[in-house]
C-alpha cells in the first residue's frame, strides 16, 4: 500500500540533511561517478521506486540511492495502520481458517494507530482515529465476507525477479484464487490503496497508445495500474502453471462509500509494454548523464539540486 500525500515538513529535512552532504568534502560525494556506480550497479528495483525513478530522477538519486527519509505524515501513517488490519484479518484465516469479528478487525487498527501517534498531531490523530473506526466497519460489513470464498489467498506475498532481465523485488498486498470454467488456477492480484477514491482511479487507468509511446513515460497519471500490472507480469513469469485474471485496486476510504473495487484485465501487450518501462529506467540508471530531474516547477528535488546542489566543476589534470 502506498500513500501519495506530501509533507511540507519535508522542505525543511532536504535542508537539514545538505550540511550533512556538503560537509564531506564539498558535495564530491553527489558527484563521484565510482561511488555511484558502485550504488547503482547491483541495484534492484521494486515497483514503488521504479515509479520514483520514473517521475523524478533527482528524487530517486537522493531517496533511494543516497537515503535521505522523507518526513512521515498523518495519511501515510494512517494508511499504514488501515494496511496492518487488514494483513491481521487475511492471515488469520489464511494461516488459521478463523474468521476476525469486527471488533478486533477495527482493534487491531487501533493498536497500530496508537503506535503513529508521535508522527501527528493530538488532533490528527483524534480525527484519523474515528475516521479509521467508521471506514473499516463499513469495508468489514460490505467486503471480509468475500476473504473467505476465495480458493486459496495469500497477504503480503513476496516476490524476487526479473522483467526484460531487470532485477525486481517486492511484496504484494493480496493474492487470491478463482475458479473459471473449472480452472482453479486463475489467480487475482490486489493492491489496497487509502487515499481518495477519485485520485485512486484516475491512477489506475491504463495508459494508451499516445501516452505509452511518449518519452519520458508520465508515470504519475497511471502509477497505479504501473505497480498492479509489475506484480502479475513476475507472477506470471514465475508461476507458468497460473492464468492472470485481473489486477484489483481495493480503496478504503470515506470517499469510496461503495466499497469499490477497480479492476483490469491485461493482455501481452500491457506487458510489452511494463518490460519496456523497465528496460528504459535500467537504461538511464546506467546512463553516465544521470540522474537528470523532471525539471518542473513543483518539484522539491529539483529545486533542492538547483538550490543547493549545483555542478561540481571538473578538476584540471
Not at 44 to 66: A, D, G, W
Not at 192 to 220: E, H, T, V
Not at 254 to 272: A, I, T, W
Request: aromatic fraction near 12%.
Amino acid at each position: 500500500m502506498e500513500i501519495n500525500e506530501t509533507n511540507s515538513n519535508d522542505e525543511a529535512l532536504l535542508q537539514n540533511i545538505t550540511k550533512l552532504l556538503l560537509s564531506n568534502q564539498g558535495n564530491k560525494i553527489t558527484s563521484d561517478i565510482n561511488w555511484i556506480q558502485n550504488k547503482i550497479e547491483n541495484y534492484v528495483f521494486s515497483p514503488s521506486s521504479l515509479s520514483t525513478f520514473l517521475s523524478c530522477e533527482n528524487e530517486f538519486y537522493y531517496t533511494r540511492l543516497l537515503s535521505i527519509p522523507s518526513a512521515g505524515n498523518v495519511y501515510m501513517a494512517h494508511g499504514n495502520a488501515v494496511h496492518k488490519a487488514l494483513e491481521k484479518l487475511s492471515l488469520l484465516w489464511i494461516n488459521h481458517e478463523e474468521k476476525m469479528d469486527k471488533e478486533t478487525f477495527i482493534q487491531h487498527f487501533k493498536e497500530h494507530w496508537f503506535t503513529q501517534r508521535g508522527l501527528v498531531s493530538e488532533e490528527q490523530y483524534k480525527l484519523k482515529l474515528i475516521e479509521g473506526e467508521k471506514v473499516l466497519s463499513e469495508y468489514f460489513d460490505k467486503r471480509v465476507p468475500e476473504f473467505y470464498d476465495h480458493i486459496n489467498s495469500f497477504s503480503e506475498m513476496q516476490f524476487d525477479g526479473q522483467i526484460a532481465g531487470v532485477p525486481f523485488k517486492g511484496k504484494v498486498d493480496k493474492v487470491h484464487f478463482t475458479e473459471v470454467n473449472g480452472n482453479r488456477n486463475n489467480f487475482v492480484v490486489t493492491d489496497y490503496k487509502s487515499g481518495s477514491f477519485k485520485g485512486s482511479k484516475n491512477k489506475f487507468k491504463a495508459p494508451g497508445a499516445k501516452a505509452r509511446n511518449k518519452i519520458p513515460f508520465n508515470i504519475s497519471d497511471n502509477s497505479h495500474w504501473v505497480q498492479a500490472a509489475i506484480y502479475a507480469y513476475i507472477l506470471v513469469k514465475q508461476n507458468p502453471t497460473w492464468i492472470l485474471n485481473r489486477i484489483e485496486l481495493d480503496i478504503i476510504s470515506p470517499s469510496n462509500s461503495e466499497m469499490e473495487v477497480l479492476s483490469h484485465p491485461l493482455d501481452q501487450e500491457d506487458f510489452k509494454f511494463i518490460e519496456t518501462l523497465a528496460l528504459r529506467a535500467n537504461e538511464r540508471l546506467n546512463d553516465p548523464n544521470f540522474p537528470k530531474g523532471c525539471g518542473k516547477d513543483s518539484c522539491k528535488w529539483c529545486h533542492f539540486t538547483k538550490t543547493y546542489m549545483p555542478p561540481v566543476e571538473e578538476e584540471e589534470d
